[in-house]
């Protein structure tokens, strides 16, 4: 299995980036997140988007720290009310494959207000791993924001 996977990774490099959580596992860590963090809102522009969840968590299961900019970091109620499906035709040996891929628009950051949004939705999906303190993030942007003043 190991060297099967190493070989997947090595050949089709975008298969490891597209693998999605399962939904009972995504939804079970939210609401594990959400009682932790008891007073934080996560709801609307605050909850983010199962794709930033996906990033995320790919990242911590590679190891590997990316950089995530503001303008990926959608929220959930956009990933809803903006994404698009595109359907591929695609010829697997002696098979006519029909393929669909979600895409989810950039999140619109040009003001300050969206940017902080962006950053602490990045914040939840961190959390939502265990790759950061939540604590340490509001922190972080505190100080960060405290530079606008």
Known sequence: MLFAQLRDQAVNSD????????????STKMQNLKVRLAGVVIEEALEPSFALLDA????????Q???????????????????KT???????TDKLLVKSEQS?????V?????????????????AFTDSL??????????????HLE
């Open 15 to 26: 298969a490891a980036s597209t693998r999605k959580l399962p939904a009972v596992e995504r």
């Open 86 to 92: 595109a359907k591929q035709l695609s010829i697997d």
């Open 56 to 63: 995320v968590a790919q990242q911590w299961e590679a190891k």
């Open 110 to 126: 040009s003001t300050e207000m969206q940017v902080y949004e962006a950053l602490r939705r990045r914040g939840i999906a961190l």
């Open 65 to 83: 720290l990316a950089y995530l900019s503001p303008e990926k970091c959608t929220s959930r109620e956009r990933e809803i009310t903006m994404s």
């Open 133 to 146: 303190s939540w604590e340490v993030h509001e922190r972080y942007l505190q100080r960060l924001f405290q």
């Open 104 to 108: 989810v628009p950039d999140q619109q």
